[in-house]
């Protein structure tokens, strides 16, 4: 096979496992199955029918052996390595830890809908062939395999994947996968591209790269910086992305758009400069380029002669032409900085929502997840720009409650300190969803009833700065203010309004909360 290519898809498997390891909280293998008939087990699983294949192409084709390890008898070993290769070692390099340690830290107990909706899509789910799962040789393992080895079966994992999901093409829609996982076909498409640019920056620069690339160095690099969406689109989809989208992409219901915005903080994202090619003679590949279409017997689709412009948006199911091109949400004033100093928060996050306390959501509760996700990118964007200040955060907590006004102050009240035998107070507790006009949003009703001192003007300036972006935000109702030590401050229910809020009003809070601790 083609070392650049196996080098390539390679590393497009390697930025799918990282993307999945950052998300293991909020990507459970149950959903991924229901949605897209694979899990995080089935990209393990892959790798090892793929060292299975390995192992059994070198036995039978001494020269291919050879030419691949150099030495018989070192083929020898890694065949030895390759038959003791299993689904424990597999498992490590997909999770990054033991499968049993990922599953004790990350892995949620199912509902009863997420179980029936599991069920409902058995037909989907990818099924793997038991004999060759099972270890041929000893417990060799991992140790024994050598990283062009590594690469090989994360190579063959990737195209498994790839074949997957195009004998899938109507049943597994791309919008689906991104708001389940934060990634789609057109992730891994960009995750090739990325693969591309990094080896051509590699080749030259390194020898020992350069000899394993063998010797026409200038003609490969010129090949990956050509390589493009376009190319890496058809090597995903199995023709290309215009064709597949004709034939096989159905129209959003108002209730999939909805989760699927609602689930924007799961997205990957592609840096589209890297995404861009490299030369202005445009997209096609030179003749000595990496051949991208050594499995095209399996398209999904009939070829057109029709060329199409490139898909290089960050929100990866719609073309560019359909996007609002996202922009900063605050643009009339400059944020202002935090305090000098350290400051440790415990912060509680509390989500407002008859249907997420009713497990209703087949992805769970966005909103709470995507104030912590925010949170934390705000202290770390303040820690790295500011360095007479450090914002830690000791503890956050979340809980779900319904839309029921004694649910919400119960929980305010303890986390403020105000109930008997209640744990510390938090430092700052955000609430998200219920400030709206429907009868059952009651959340700032609730939080007025229990603040020592309300803040109007925080919300107000919030209301104003972010209208001009978002229309619909003067229709916030939400409410801020002090109970005891605690700062309580009332987000929307929509994860992309609760990232703009908190991105505007995080530095003004930290001001806050070290004015009431020296109040105290």
Known sequence: SNPIMEQMTAGAFRALCEHLRVRSDQVQNMDLMTIGGFCRNC?????????????????????????????????????????SFGYDEAAKEVYGVTYPEWKKRHQKKATEEQLRLYKESTHLHATHDADLLKKVGGDNGQNGLPQRVLISLQAGAFRALCHHLRRRSDAVQNMELMTISGFCRNCLAKWLVVEARRVSDQIGADTVAASFFFEQQQATVNSLDLFGYDEAAQFVYGC???????????????????????????????????????????????????????????????????????LLSDVCCQDVETL?????????????????????LRIGILTVSDRAASNSYVSGDLSGPAVESTVTTQIDQLNTSFKDQKVTVAHFEKQIVADEINAIKEVLLCWSGKTAGAKEAFDLIFTTGGTGFARRDVTPEATLSILDRECQGLMSWASMELTSKQPLATLSRAAAGTCGKSLIVNLPGNPNGVASVVELLFPLLLHAIKDLRGSH
Request: glycine content about 6%.
């Open 43 to 83: 990209l393990a699983k892959w790798m090892v029918i793929e060292a299975r294949t390995l192992s059994k192409n070198l036995h039978l084709d001494k020269n291919l052996a050879i030419s691949f390890v150099g030495n018989e008898d070192k083929c020898l070993r890694i065949i030895d390595a390759l038959d």
């Open 240 to 310: 290309t992305y215009p064709e597949w989208k004709k034939h096989h992409q159905k129209k959003a219901t108002d209730i999939q758009m909805e989760r699927y915005n609602g689930s924007k903080h799961l997205h990957a994202k592609h840096d589209k400069e890297l995404l861009a090619t490299r030369s202005s003679t445009g997209g096609a590949l030179s003749p000595t380029s990496p051949p991208i279409g050594h499995d095209q017997t399996e398209q999904v689709c009939i070829k057109e002669s029709a060329q199409q412009n490139s």
């Open 324 to 344: 609002v091109t996202p922009t900063s949400m605050i643009n009339s004033q400059p944020k202002p900085r935090p305090p000098k100093g350290d400051l440790g």
